[in-house]
Each structure stands twice: as C-alpha cells, then as structure tokens.
C-alpha cells in the first residue's frame, strides 16, 4: 500500500486535519480561558500528559478489550462465513435467518452479556468475548450472504452454458462475487467489535479492560485520566479500523476495482 | 445434419397458474450448418424463450429441440454451443484474457493451452493488447467483443446471441455487425441471432425468422439474398432494402393483430 501525497489526497486529507486542530485549540482556550476545573472539562494537553503519564496502564487494558475484540472478530467472523455458505445453499434458511439477524443486529444485543456474566465466573472473559462474537458473526453473515446469493442472472446463465456444476457456480461465481461483500462487512465489524469489547465491560466482570477503567477513573473523579483512556479506546478502535481496510488492500488484485455496496464500481 | 432443429416446441409458464403465460405455441425451425438465423419480433413475442429452449437452459413445455443431432441437454453438457447476451456479462474480478479462458477451465483444459486459446480469440478479435485488463477498463464494444471471444473460445460450432449489440450506440453497433460476420465467415459458425433491429437482422442473415406474441409462435421466414461476402457497401445494395421491406411488411402483420405491440421493433 503506498500512501504518496498526490495533491487529490492533500486536498482530502488537510481540511479534516485543520478542522480537528482548530477544535482542539478551541477546545485548550475555553477551559484556559474559562478556567475550567479538570473535573468538569480537561484541556487536551492535560489528557495527552495523562496519557503519556499511564501509558503503560492504558497499554496493558487496550491488550485486555482489543484482545476480547479481535478473538470475537476472528469467531465471529470464521462462523459468520460459513453460516453464510449453509444460507445460500438452502434459500429457505435464508428467508428464515436473514430477517431475524437483521432484526437482532438493530438492537443492542450486548446488554445479553449482564446474563452470561451470572453464567460465568466473574473473572471470566467468555462472556465479553461471546458478546463481540454474536455481533461480529450477525454482521458477516448477512453481507456475506448477499454476496453469495445476489449474482447476475447473465452470470449464472453463462455458467450453466458451459454445464458448470453448482459448486463450480459457488467457486467461479458466488465467492469471488462475496469477496468486496465480506470486506464491506468487516469494515463494519472491526470498529464494532471494539466497540462491543467496551462496552461489555460496563455489566460487570473484572475491571482490566479499557471500558471499565474509564469508569472508574470517573468515578474517582479522575477525569483527565479517564480521557486519557478514552484517547486509548480511540486508538484502538481506529487500529482496527486501519487492519481491515489494510486487510482488503492486501487481497485485493493489483489494479481490480472495488465494488461498492450499490454494486458501482470505483477504481 | 441439422445444427438445430426444434420439432413442435411450445413454452408455457406458470402452467395452471393465474400467471400463465403461453411464451411458444408449436414452433418448428430447422438451422442448417453455416447459416446465420436471426429471429426478430416485438418484445414478449419468445425470442429469448426460444433462444434459451435451443441453449437447454429452459426445458419446453412440449415437443422436443436437437442441436448437432444431440438432444439440447446433450449438446450442453459438450458444450456444443457458446452463448453471448445483451449486457456482455464479463466477470469483474477476472481479467480480460482469464474471461475468456473460462469456459475452457470448465472443460478442464489445462494452463498453457488455455492461454494459448485465449490469446487467439483475442487476435481473432482484434484486441490482443487487452489480454491484462479488467473488463471494466474497457468500452461498451470492446467488451461485447471478448464476451464474443469467450462464446467461441471452445470453437463451439454453434454460437447463440440475444441482442448482442442492443446496448452499443448506432456507429459501434454497425462495426460489430461486420465484425461479427467476419468472424464467423473465418471461423465457420453458424449463428442463431436474436434482435429487434429490421436492418440488423436483414444485413447479417441469410434468414430471417419472424415472430408475433400472444402467444409466441414464428409468422415468417424470409429468406435474404445478400450473398455470404457482405461490406459496408451492402447497406447501400437494393437486396438490402428489399430485404427490409420484406421484414418490415412481415411484421406490419403482426402488427395488424396486435396494435400496440409493434412498437418493440426499431426501425433503424
Ligand atoms: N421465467 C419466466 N417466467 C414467466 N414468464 C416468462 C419467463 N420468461 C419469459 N416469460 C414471458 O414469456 C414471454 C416471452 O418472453 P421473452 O422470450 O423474453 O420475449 P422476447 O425475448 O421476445 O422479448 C413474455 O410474455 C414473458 O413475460
Ligand atoms: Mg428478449
């Protein structure tokens, strides 16, 4: 992946970087000006010296929900894939399963995680980790099996012209049509995931996580920590980001266009 | 031995149904080998139905279709015929020469011959320079020519197209027409050709297969007498307007049964 500078990307790049460091200006002079008191408001420059300050904390925490995060990434999405494959080969399923995941995936299913905690040991990390899988897993499969099932006619009919087999249709077809879909998916999963770690940390379980050290620095009216942990979780979030939109780049044939959720293609 | 030969062949959807739809009533037409067919008709009149019962990608309701002597269902499975479509359907994430080496992967012919094949259709195309692109990095006619090169990379001797060109502007539609016809002239293929265009179908043909709807059945067949070595020049010869004229008036009948339906057929 090369990141030159082209003057296209300058100009994408600069005016969100200019606006996020007016903000953070703003930001400095209302509590210097105002004279905020660090309980209420703290400037960024104290939670960037927090930060520094706890690195290693914030550190060890991150390891502690992006390890919850990826494991439930990687579950979830293993799962998600080959949920999809058992989908598109029986439509009746589909019809059956897809309305419900798309239904589950409009609610916050991650409050399930205050009722696997009373299944669970309180120091186990099962339950979080559950948790992130069953988003991540709702996630993959509906988009994947989109993929799978939303083929061109054209496409099929050339196939069967040529007296492919159904696998050969599922091979040569289907999954190199579900590939851009399956990236679409873990573009949503990735931040999700993270998201999902965090917030499970909030019902309960051991305090070793990101999520529930912002809650405690909090509660003890740490607050400049507590943003530093934020910034943290900020990170993280955007690593995961970054990994799965690298991921795609890496897969993705040299030159071969993206296709976007519409179907268009961009290059 | 006929290339195809359909024997008192009807279609019929959702038979029994609301929904019914008597796509083919009793249709009979024979190809012979070497012969350019084209079946043109207003739209719903069974054209693609028919293609398609030819290609066994539908069965018919009744009567039975042979190609190459075989049943169609045969004549699938050896992949006697290649088949080109309106939208050229090319595969995005292939590139232009692994398109057409599609059809061969299935037969199960390995690497290098593949691409040996590939390469030839691409000559016999006249794109042999786009071998390492993505389809989309090309026009809307260069595309439709190498889903032609895929149709013929088996050398089927059969070549089933339905409306090919619809989607090309008038100039590049004229230019694979002749494309086209040079093609199979070199390659010997006998060509079942589905179109709603009356010069099109005149200036390819030597026979042409006229259609009304409701229900689908074949009114005429003209026969156009162009010679096999057709130019540009063609469309300026007299056979060439009469052949229009026939065509034309052939389906002004239909239109006299079906007031509105006509309005399918270009008269460009
Ligand atoms: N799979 C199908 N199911 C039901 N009706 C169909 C199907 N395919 C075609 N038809 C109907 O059969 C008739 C002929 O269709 P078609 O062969 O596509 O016509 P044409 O290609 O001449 O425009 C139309 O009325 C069409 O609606
Ligand atoms: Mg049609």
Redesign the interface.
């Known amino acids: 992946m090369t990141v030159a500078l082209s003057p296209r990307r300058l100009r994408s790049v600069v005016p969100p970087l200019v606006f996020g460091l007016a903000f953070l200006a703003l930001w400095e002079s209302a509590v210097r000006g105002f004279d905020l008191k660090p309980y209420f408001l703290a400037a960024p420059t104290k939670i960037v010296g927090e930060f520094a300050d706890n690195v290693g904390l914030i550190w060890d925490s991150s390891m502690v929900s992006g390890g919850n995060a990826f494991v439930g990434l990687v579950v979830g999405t293993v799962l998600g894939v080959a949920m999809s494959f058992v989908l598109s080969r029986y439509r009746f399923l589909g019809e059956l399963v897809t309305p419900l995941a798309i239904a589950l995936n409009a609610i916050p299913i991650f409050v399930l995680v205050a009722v696997l905690n009373n299944m669970y040991s309180i120091t186990s990390e099962i339950p979080r980790r559950f948790m992130v899988t069953l988003v991540v897993y709702f996630i993959v499969l509906v988009n994947v099996a989109k993929g799978l099932t939303q083929v ?1 006619g ?2 099929v ?8 087999s159904d696998f ?1 249709i599922l091979r ?2 289907r999954v ?2 579900a ?1 851009p879909y399956l990236f679409t998916a873990l573009k949503i999963a990735a931040p999700a995931s993270v998201i999902t770690a965090f917030v499970s940390e909030y019902f309960g379980g051991s305090q070793n996580g990101l999520g529930s050290r912002i809650t405690s620095n909090i509660a003890n009216s740490r607050n400049a920590t507590a943003w530093a942990y934020v910034l943290g979780a900020c990170l993280l979030g955007l690593g995961f980001y970054i990994i799965s939109v690298a991921l795609e780049n890496v897969t993705r ?1 040299e ?3 993206i ?1 976007t959720k519409q179907g268009k ?1 961009k290059k | 031995m006929s290339a195809v030969h359909v024997a008192g062949v009807s279609k019929i959807f959702n038979q029994g149904t609301p929904k019914q739809v008597d796509a083919l009533v009793d249709v009979n037409l024979t190809v012979e080998a070497g012969d350019f067919v084209s079946l043109i008709g207003p739209s719903g009149c069974g054209k693609s139905t028919l293609l ?1 019962l030819i ?1 066994n ?1 539908l069965e018919p309701t009744t009567g039975s279709v042979t190609v190459n002597g075989k049943s169609s269902a045969q004549a ?4 006697d ?3 080109a ?1 309106q ?1 050229a ?1 090319l ?3 292939r590139t232009v020469a692994k398109n057409i080496e ?2 061969l ?3 199960g012919w390995d690497k290098e011959k593949r691409r040996a094949r590939a390469l030839e259709m691409l000559e016999l195309v006249k794109l042999p320079e786009f071998a390492e692109l ?1 389809p ?1 990095q090309l026009s809307g006619g260069m595309q439709q020519r190498i889903a032609i090169a895929r149709a013929l990379a088996a050398h089927p001797q059969l070549l089933l197209m339905d409306e090919p060109f619809g989607a090309l502007d008038e100039m590049t539609r004229e230019y694979m027409q002749g494309e086209l016809l040079r093609i199979c002239r070199e390659t010997k293929t006998t060509v079942v050709f589905v179109t709603h265009s009356i010069p099109e179908a005149v200036y390819l043909s030597n026979r042409v297969v006229v259609m009304s709807p409701r229900p689908g059945r074949i009114t005429k067949l003209i026969d156009v007498d162009l010679g096999r070595d057709r130019s540009e020049d063609t469309r300026n010869a007299d056979a060439f307007f009469h052949g229009i004229t026939a065509v034309r008036e052939a389906l002004r009948g239909t239109h006299a049964d079906h007031a509105n339906e006509v309005r399918g057929v270009e008269d460009r």
């Open positions: 061109k054209t496409h009919e050339l196939m069967r012209s040529y007296a492919a050969e040569k077809v190199p049509n590939k044939k030159g071969a266009p296709a293609i | 398609r290609a990608l699938r499975l050896d992949q015929y290649g088949m479509f939208q359907g595969f995005d994430w599609l059809p992967e299935l037969k993505y989309w």
